[in-house]
C-alpha cells in the first residue's frame, strides 16, 4: 500500500488522467474509491489513512481478465490523490504510470 497520509477524500466523482473512471464514495462502510478500467466492472478499494491499493487479476496465474490492474496511492488533499496503476494482459502488468485524480467541480 502507497504511504498514509491520514487525509480523508471527499466524496464525488474524480477526474482521471490514465484509462479508469475513479470516485470517492463515503456513505458506505468509511472511505471508498469506486474504481473501473472499462466502465463495466467496479471495485470497492478501501482508503486506510488517505492511502489505498487493489489488484485485479494474477500476475502470471491463471485469473487474467482484459480489464487487469494494479492500482495504489494516496490522498494529498482532500480533492487530491496520486499514484501508480499498471494495466493487466495475459496475466502480465505493464510498467507503473502515475497517475492524478481530482475531485470534479460541481
Not at 478501501?46 to 487474467?64: E, K, R
Amino acid at each position: 500500500m502507497a504511504s498514509p497520509t491520514f487525509i480523508n477524500p471527499q466524496d464525488g466523482p474524480y477526474s482521471f488522467d490514465q484509462l479508469g473512471q475513479f470516485t470517492v464514495d463515503v456513505s458506505k462502510n468509511g472511505e471508498v474509491i469506486i474504481f473501473s478500467v472499462d466502465g463495466f466492472r467496479f471495485d470497492e478499494i478501501p482508503v486506510v489513512n488517505g492511502a489505498f491499493f487493489n489488484q485485479w487479476g494474477d500476475l502470471n496465474g491463471t485469473h487474467c481478465p482484459t480489464d487487469a490492474y494494479i492500482l495504489s496511492g494516496h490522498f494529498v488533499s482532500p480533492t487530491r490523490a496520486k499514484g501508480d496503476i499498471r494495466y493487466g494482459s495475459g496475466c502480465n502488468f505493464g510498467t507503473a504510470q502515475n497517475f492524478v485524480a481530482e475531485l470534479q467541480a460541481d
